[in-house]
């Protein structure tokens, strides 16, 4: 298969202090991640693009270091939200793009199940 | 980047009917689209890839889509609609870059 995992599944926490999410590809290796935002009832917005071994991209409006990804290995991108504050409440999803030969569906991203951030 | 309009954000079919689910690029380059599904609090599920390899795209689940470059759209349908079929339906585009691209996504309702 193709399965994208990220923990937690949901998080609850206090205005000022930091989330990390992780997305792991389980059974493929992945270079390319991708990190998504949705609101409730809308489409999802690309956040950024995260690459093993070097600097995220982020698309235009959206703060770096306000959103720290780190891709340290083929397998796991994190997604660290720092100093949350209410309005950065959503549900975070990531997809990790599978390059493998998969006839019906090579090169495709797969997403993860998301994450749900509160942030009281 | 690709722009992905999907005409419709609710559909309701009939338990056995025809589900029609409308989505339009705009693009000069014909992209890579696709087709998710979601259901409540859960990640996307791919159902379908357009390619360039053929036209018509048979996907997971009895759906499939077909690739009209003339029209620049890529409709989503299934046949004969089930209790499972309710769900948000999201077609996205990307070019070579990879980034998708989303539509607002429909959502489907199934009446027993």
């Known amino acids: 298969g193709a399965v994208v995992s990220q923990h937690p599944s949901w998080v609850i926490c206090k205005s000022g202090t930091s989330v990390k999410i992780e997305c792991r590809s389980l059974?493929?290796?992945?270079?390319?991640m991708f990190w998504y935002r949705q609101f409730p009832k809308q489409s999802l917005m690309l956040m950024a693009t995260?690459?093993?071994?070097?600097?995220?991209?982020?698309e235009q409006g959206v703060e770096k270091d306000k959103f720290l990804i780190n891709h340290a290995s083929l397998t796991l991108s994190t997604l660290t939200v720092t100093s949350a504050h209410p309005e950065d409440s959503s549900f975070y999803i990531c997809?990790?793009?599978?390059?493998?030969?998969?006839?019906?569906?090579?090169?495709?991203?797969?997403f993860g199940p998301g994450t749900r951030l509160t942030v009281l | 980047a690709q722009s992905v309009t999907q005409l419709g954000s609710h559909v309701s079919v009939s338990e056995g009917a025809l589900v029609l689910l409308r989505c339009n690029y705009s693009?000069?380059?014909?992209?890579?689209l696709f087709w998710y599904v979601q259901y409540p609090n859960q990640g996307l599920q791919l159902l379908l890839k357009?390619?360039?390899?053929?036209?018509l795209v048979k996907g997971i689940n009895g759906f499939e889509a077909e690739f009209k470059k003339s029209e620049t759209s890529f409709h989503l349908t299934k046949p004969s609609a089930h209790m499972s079929d309710a769900a948000e339906y999201f077609c996205?585009?990307?070019?070579?870059?990879?980034?998708?691209?989303f539509g607002a996504g429909t959502t489907v309702t199934v009446r027993a």
């Open positions: 997809s990790a793009r599978d390059t493998r030969d998969r006839s019906l569906f090579t090169d495709t991203q797969y």
């Open positions: 059974d493929f290796q992945a270079t390319t």
């Open positions: 995260s690459n093993e071994g070097s600097k995220a991209t982020y």
């Open positions: 693009s000069s380059v014909p992209p890579y």
């Open positions: 357009y390619t360039s390899a053929a036209t």
């Open positions: 996205a585009a990307s070019s070579n870059d990879y980034k998708l691209s």
